[in-house]
């Protein structure tokens, strides 16, 4: 017999072994934060090693280059090593460097060599906008359509993809592979080490997105082969808003030139020799392209630590406790009410994050807010609600569906617009 009281709820965070580590971030004092998967919030630890930063850029000017505590010239690597654990990436195959989509722009511009007949990029149709607009344009700066030379494998229902659908596209005009490691609406992991194989004993190189799982699940790049990935850490890894991404490249590719090459994606004791021709670093590193973004990567020093303490093995078995969890009590309270989980049931396929599909959903979201509880809403129907292994607890997650059930008895909903806000 399941348990849905609020005591319960309470008994399993007694039980919890990651529970001290609430206490380092910064909570909404009177609400609860289930938006994790789109933006991490602030630890007191990320705030200290951002202070550091702005102390020694007060303190020291130019010379935090090289002094001062975390010295500005090797925080990129000095963050690779502290991001790499988390992906199963060797620390020189992980740089912290550009953004999700400048780091795929410079992945695609390395990595996607059109030949003969191999001329096409194979994505899918429920992958992140901003990656479709970036393998749009490098292959129209190739002089390639796009409607011709990008294949987005579809979803049978809109919410997953099926990997034999994925691998039976896989064929030889393909030169080059871009899929999700989680989908950003659903949270369905796909397989990564059967679709890396599938790809290479096809000769076609792939690569990652691994936005929505970087801090959430295990992933082991290195073992499972895969070409390249990159990945953002302001959401599960609560580097802050817009903080630098990341990206891996297999030591296999060592020795490929970057396709946008810049300054500091030299080495590092030829950098300053200010040659016109490049040395590029022979890792990760020689993706880089221009000055890194100081103060965006100073945060991630104390976040990243806290996940490296913990180990991903620990979170993501709370992370599913959590889910798994919701789901139980979604069933239990919500079920006269219409709600579609859209997410996977089978716990090796589901991500940090569950989408709740229901026609109000935009209205439903906009009253969850106003019980100060943050979800996010993603158009046209999808509620997606992350609750957060390092700082949420079973008692936010009792409560957040206590409260929907009272939107839904009482029609709360109703009270509002149905349309999406512009930051959604
Ligand atoms: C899966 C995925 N890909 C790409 C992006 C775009 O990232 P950015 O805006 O940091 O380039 C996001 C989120 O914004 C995302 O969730
Ligand atoms: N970068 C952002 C800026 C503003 C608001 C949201 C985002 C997100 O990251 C959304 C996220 N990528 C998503 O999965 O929808």
């Known amino acids: ?166 691998i039976a596209a896989m064929t030889d005009e393909i030169a080059l592979i871009v899929l999700p490691t989680v989908l950003y609406r659903s949270g369905q992991i796909l397989d990564m080490p059967r679709l890396a194989k599938a790809a290479h004993e096809r000769d076609i190189l792939i690569g990652f997105d691994a936005c929505h799982s970087v801090g959430a699940i295990p992933h082991d790049f290195h073992e499972w082969g895969v070409d390249f990935a990159y990945w953002c850490n302001y959401k599960h890894l609560n580097g802050g808003p817009g903080t630098v991404g990341g990206l891996f490249v297999h030591e296999r590719h060592f020795g490929t030139a970057p396709g946008l090459a810049g300054w500091f994606g030299s080495r590092k004791d030829k950098q300053f020799d200010m040659d016109h021709t490049m040395t590029p670093a022979e890792h990760a590193g020689a993706f880089q392209i221009g000055t890194p973004h100081v103060m965006s990567l100073a945060p991630q020093l104390g976040a990243l630590e806290m996940f490296n303490e913990v180990g991903m093995e620990a979170i993501r078995q709370k992370s599913l406790a959590l889910t798994t969890y919701m789901i139980d009590l979604i069933e239990d309270m919500l079920a006269p009410h219409g709600f579609f989980i859209g997410s996977p049931t089978d716990t090796r396929q589901r991500g940090a994050h569950l989408s709740l599909e229901h026609p109000e959903a935009a209205r439903i979201c906009k009253a969850l807010k106003k019980h100060h509880i943050i979800p996010d809403f993603r158009a046209p129907n999808i509620i997606r609600l992350a609750p957060v292994a390092l700082y949420n607890t079973f008692t936010d997650v009792y409560d957040v569906i206590v409260t929907l059930k009272k939107i839904m008895d009482d029609k709360e909903y109703e009270a509002f617009e149905n349309v999406r806000e512009v930051v959604a």
């Open 1 to 166: 017999m399941k348990d849905f009281t609020r005591a319960y709820a309470q008994q399993l965070d007694k039980q919890d072994p990651l529970a001290s580590y609430r206490e380092e971030f910064y909570l909404p004092e009177d609400g609860i934060y289930m938006d994790g998967n789109s933006l991490g919030l602030l630890s007191k630890r990320a705030e200290r090693t951002l202070l550091e930063s702005l102390a020694d850029w007060k303190e020291l000017g130019i010379d935090g280059w090289m002094s001062g505590r975390h010295p500005w010239f090797n925080l990129s690597e000095e963050l690779a090593e502290l991001n790499a654990p988390l992906i199963g990436g060797k620390p020189e195959e992980v740089m912290v460097t550009g953004s999700t989509t400048v780091n795929l722009h410079q992945l695609v511009a390395s990595f996607f060599k059109p030949e003969g007949k191999r001329t096409k990029i194979l994505a899918d149709a429920l992958t992140f906008p901003s990656d479709i607009y970036a393998l749009k344009s490098q292959l129209e700066l190739r002089g390639l359509d796009p409607s011709e030379h990008l294949v987005q494998v579809d979803s049978p229902d809109g919410r997953f993809l099926v990997e034999d659908d994925l």
